[in-house]
Nanobody, 123 residues
Framework: QVQLVESGGGLVQTGDSLRLSCAAS????????MGWFRQAPGKEREFVAA????????IYAASVKGRFTISRDNAKNTVYLQMNSLKPEDTAAYFC????????????????WGQGTQVTVSS
């Protein structure tokens, strides 16, 4: 079955960086666009970034544009989220997701989800 496994979360201070990874299995990775979402306690899951099948196109939420970078390595079946200049408002559980179509920002558009990794940014 399809598995998406996130890693790389942790507790950091304001201004620090983290790189999240999401390893995929059970699907033809290069046929899926990948997205990152996040969910803070008491809030809805929100879009962070997405990347197309070969990494040629990316989109970002306005709140992270210029600070976060999504990338992928199809040889390793892995998508990454490099997060720089972290802020306390970035604190959330971060989820990766797979979708056959590129460009959607709504969670319901995505077919498969990981279990999430927690990112906590202290002030």
């Amino acid at each position: 079955q399809v598995q998406l496994v996130e890693s790389g979360g942790g507790l950091v201070q304001t201004g620090d960086s983290l790189r999240l990874s999401c390893a995929a299995s059970g699907l033809t990775f290069s046929r899926y666009c990948m997205g990152w979402f996040r969910q803070a306690p008491g809030k809805e899951r929100e879009f962070v970034a997405a990347i197309d099948w070969n990494g040629g196109s990316t989109i970002y939420a306005a709140s992270v544009k210029g600070r976060f970078t999504i990338s992928r390595d199809n040889a390793k079946n892995t998508v990454y989220l490099q997060m720089n200049s972290l802020k306390p408002e970035d604190t959330a559980a971060y989820f990766c997701a797979a979708d056959r179509t590129f460009g959607f920002r709504l969670p319901r558009s995505y077919d498969y989800w990981g279990q999430g990794t927690q990112v906590t940014v202290s002030s």
